[in-house]
């Protein structure tokens, strides 16, 4: 909205440029002088406004501000170098071909605004300020296949913790989607942080949208990655989902794997070796002496849920497990006949399914079609503890807050025309009622089947 306003705004002093050249100022002269007074105010405005302390929009519009900048400078050097030139008169398609010039490049340089938001997260309920700190955990003990150069597989991970931390707190580890980002449920890590729990949120690069690595190095998402994932989601068959998907869940799982394994030892030696490449060292290793790692959940959305709940199977040091609209593509242990075989073993600790109606409503559907029960409702019916929840008229991104961070991007990805606000404080409470109750033994658990 505020990137709309600004190019409002913008539009009116270029016009205003324009009409005053073409009524009362048609000198060249004239002309230049007006062109840098209109420049000097979109830039001392914009500034203005990015440094007030209470609006947090610095990098949206940060590269508005160096157009305007530039065409400032370049305004500025020209009316001195000319200032006592007259030239004659400004011809009209000059001044019109300058002005939609202008009018583009302002465009561009707020495309950032147009599809983000303001969002800052949501209010957290509980007692705790939420701090942020982060890390690069380095495994030397697998090469990174997405590389070339041989070079380790490297796993960022952004830590979420209560400030001023006096106890000992439970630990959730997050995984995010496929072509997502270790933000894509920061509302989430906030309210289980302001309630008393320590979330760490993976990057898992290639298979993220984008990240980086130990060299400060941009790794963005691999395109064969991108093309895998539309190929499944197509007229796909089940012996080449579970081929293309395993290799997925292998990565995350073993990334997943290494920092909590590395967690778990930095803080029983209370010390960060090598693999930590980190600016938070002091801080990281105070957290993690208040890190409970006899008590962890995990939890993720899409790609995210599923290594989740693939993972809670695997380790014997998980207490609960939450997905976000994942297929638990980790239950399915191969394809026989044409048809998915899945874990005949119950599922071991509690698993939370979250979904949305449509597909809810599919699975009879499914079943009918395929002959066999769809893999979440499987798992679901015979884990030893387990709830699912459904969500009506929400898609796949509402589970996420992508659509409060950019609907533009969640719309085009896939988002219901719902109070998001509302939505993502519902999925945020029961998560933490769901944490509360299997990791904290603490309240009752309150989770209806439907909202």
């Known amino acids: 909205m505020m990137g709309v306003i600004f190019f409002i705004l913008f539009t009116l002093a270029e016009i205003s440029l324009v009409v005053l050249t073409f009524t009362k100022f048609r000198e060249k002269a004239a002309w230049r002088r007006n062109r840098t007074i209109i420049r000097a105010a979109e830039v001392v405005f914009l500034l203005g406004m990015i440094l007030i302390p209470t609006v947090n929009m610095k990098w949206r519009f940060f590269g508005a501000l160096i157009v305007l ?100 707190y439970p630990l959730v580890i997050f995984s995010h989607g496929a072509f997502g980002y270790y933000q894509s449920n920061f509302s989430t890590y906030a309210e289980l942080a302001s309630n008393g729990y320590i979330v760490v949120a993976l990057d898992h690069p290639h298979h993220a949208f984008f990240t980086t690595d130990t060299d400060g190095k941009t790794v963005t998402v691999d395109t064969d990655f991108i093309e895998d994932a539309i190929k499944i989601n197509e007229d796909t068959s089940d012996e080449e989902v579970y081929t293309i998907s395993q290799s997925w869940l292998k990565l995350r799982i073993d990334d997943e794997n290494y920092v909590l394994d590395t967690i778990k030892a930095a803080k029983e030696n209370k010390s960060l070796d090598e693999t930590w490449h980190t600016d938070d060292q002091t801080i990281i290793l105070n957290v993690l002496g208040h890190t409970a790692t006899d008590k962890t959940g995990l939890m993720g959305h899409s790609l995210g849920g599923a290594t989740a709940v693939a993972l809670g199977r695997e380790r014997s040091d998980i207490d609960a497990v939450i997905d976000l609209d994942g297929t638990m593509l980790g239950e399915i242990k191969g394809v026989e006949n044409g048809k998915n075989v899945y874990y005949s073993e119950p599922y071991p600790i509690p698993v939370l399914d979250f979904t949305k109606e449509t597909d809810y409503n599919d699975r009879e559907q499914y079943k009918s079609e395929k002959g066999y029960s769809y893999v979440n409702e499987y798992v679901t019916d015979n884990a030893k503890v387990s709830k699912t929840v459904v969500f009506k008229e929400v898609e796949h991104m509402d589970f996420t807050d992508l659509p409060l961070i950019s609907p533009f991007l969640a719309s085009m990805l896939g988002s219901g025309d719902v109070n998001h606000e509302e939505t993502l404080g519902t999925i945020n409470s029961i998560v933490l009622n769901w944490f509360d109750y299997y990791l904290k033994n603490e309240g009752t658990l309150d989770i209806k089947a439907q909202y």
Not at 91 to 119: E, Q, R
Not at 122 to 129: D, I, M, R, S, V
């Open 69 to 168: 900048a530039v065409r400032l400078l370049i305004a500025g050097i020209v009316w001195l170098v000319m200032r006592k030139k007259s030239n004659g008169l400004r011809k009209k398609p000059v001044t019109v071909f300058n002005y939609v010039l202008s009018m583009v490049l302002i465009a561009f340089s707020l495309v950032p605004a147009f599809i983000f938001t303001n969002y800052n997260g949501l209010p957290t309920t509980g007692e705790y300020k939420v701090k942020e700190a982060s890390a690069i955990l380095v495994d030397n003990n697998r090469v990174d296949e997405f590389e070339s150069n041989g070079s380790y597989r490297e796993v960022p991970a952004h830590f979420y913790y209560p400030e001023n931390a006096e106890g000992d």
